[in-house]
C-alpha cells in the first residue's frame, strides 16, 4: 500500500519513471543485434552397416 500512497502523492515522479523505463526499452529493443538465419547445428545420424 505504501507505494500506492507514494504515487498518489508523487504523480510526477511515476510518470517521470516510466518514461524513463519506456524510453530505455525502445532504445533497447532498436539495438538488440537480430540475426535473420543463426546458425544452428543440424542434428545428424550415423548409421554403420556390417
Known amino acids: ?3 500506492v500512497r507514494l504515487a498518489l ?16 526499452g525502445v532504445l533497447t529493443i532498436q539495438r ?5 538465419f543463426p ?3 543440424i542434428p545428424v545420424v550415423g548409421i554403420v552397416w556390417t
Open 39 to 41: 546458425d544452428i547445428p
Open 32 to 36: 538488440m543485434a537480430v540475426d535473420i
Open 1 to 3: 500500500m505504501w507505494i
Open 9 to 24: 502523492a508523487r504523480p510526477y515522479t511515476f510518470v517521470v519513471m516510466a518514461l524513463l523505463i519506456l524510453i530505455g
